[in-house]
């Protein structure tokens, strides 16, 4: 799973991140920022994600963003 965000951050790393994908969070297992305050945050899925779950980040112990719908590309 790939996520991309936005943060004022100007370090981040893989235990900074935390999604929750349809009620199940979970560490990103890498992130990185790809400049002007855009970060991409990838997770290793243990199993494919059913329906549409929503999706949230939190960086840290910070409050959890809202949740925005899984989009899905091939």
Same mark, same amino acid.
């Given at each position: 799973?790939?996520?991309?965000?936005?943060?004022?951050? $100007?370090?981040?790393?893989?235990? #900074?991140?935390?999604? #929750?994908? %349809?009620? %199940?969070?979970?560490?990103? #297992?890498?992130?990185?920022?790809?400049? #002007? %305050?855009?970060?991409?945050?990838?997770?290793?899925?243990?199993?494919?994600? $059913?329906?549409?779950?929503?999706?949230?980040?939190?960086? %840290?112990?910070?409050?959890?963003?809202?949740?925005?719908?899984?989009?899905?590309?091939?």
């Amino acid at each position: 799973l790939v996520c991309y965000f936005r943060s004022g951050a $100007k370090t981040l790393c893989a235990a #900074d991140v935390h999604l #929750d994908v %349809g009620g %199940g969070a979970m560490e990103c #297992d890498v992130a990185g920022s790809l400049g #002007d %305050g855009v970060w991409q945050a990838n997770v290793l899925l243990n199993e494919g994600l $059913k329906g549409e779950p929503g999706v949230r980040i939190r960086l %840290g112990n910070g409050p959890w963003s809202n949740a925005l719908p899984l989009r899905r590309t091939a």
